[in-house]
Every structure is written in C-alpha cells, then in structure tokens.
Nanobody
Framework: QVQLVESGGGLVQPGGSLRLSCAAPRSIFSIYTMGWYRQAPGKQRELVAA???????NVTDSVKGRFSISRVNAKNTVYLQMNSLKPEDTAVYYC????????????WGQGTQVTVSS
C-alpha cells in the first residue's frame, strides 16, 4: 500500500498564505508525476497543479499567479505554496501520484482541509 502523507492545511484569512506538503515513498517520488487536487463541497475534484519527475509544472488557470508547486527530491516531498488565498479556495486538498505507462497507476493522500475565511 503506497502512502502519501500530507500536512499543512488549516484556517487562514483571505489574502493569507499556506504551504501544503506531501511526502511519498522514494520509489514513487522519483518517477511519478506529483499533483495537488481539491474538492469543494458539492463540486467535482479538480486538478490544482502538477509537477513531473523532470520538474515541468502545470498550474490551473484559476490559481495561476497565486499558487506554485515544487518538489524537493532529496526529501521525496512535493509542496503547494498558496498565496493571496480567497474564500473560493476553500476545499479539501489531495496529494496525488500518477504514473502513465503500460498501466496507469494513481495514488491519493488522505486529504487536508483548507478553509479561507475571515
């Protein structure tokens, strides 16, 4: 069983910042694309940002310029830096590890709540 360990969620005021962390096993981290998804109440889960094993990033338009994704290979950890947070960013954020090859493999973290409210 692959375990992705997330941390860093919480309550923050509008305009504030949070950094989410996700640690993965080395065997996963080195070759998988790591990503962050979020799911707000009553909405579908959506991709927020992703980073390949080679470091290429993809950030969804709604958070572009405010959120950034990075990875530290020595720590097998991916980060989501969230700045200028808005109430509409409130959601459960999930770490994801994805490998597309002969078979597609997908692993998920347990989710961490981010609440943006005054």
């Amino acid at each position: 069983q692959v375990q992705l360990v997330e941390s860093g969620g919480g309550l923050v005021q509008p305009g504030g910042s949070l950094r989410l962390s996700c640690a993965a096993p080395r065997s996963i981290f080195s070759i998988y694309t790591m990503g962050w998804y979020r799911q707000a109440p009553g909405k579908q889960r959506e991709l927020v940002a992703a980073i390949t094993s080679g470091g290429s990033t993809n950030v969804t338009d709604s958070v572009k310029g405010r959120f950034s994704i990075s990875r530290v290979n020595a720590k097998n950890t991916v980060y989501l830096q969230m700045n200028s947070l808005k109430p509409e960013d409130t959601a459960v954020y999930y770490c994801n590890a994805k490998y597309v090859g002969l078979m597609t493999k997908n692993y998920w973290g347990q989710g961490t709540q981010v609440t943006v409210s005054s």
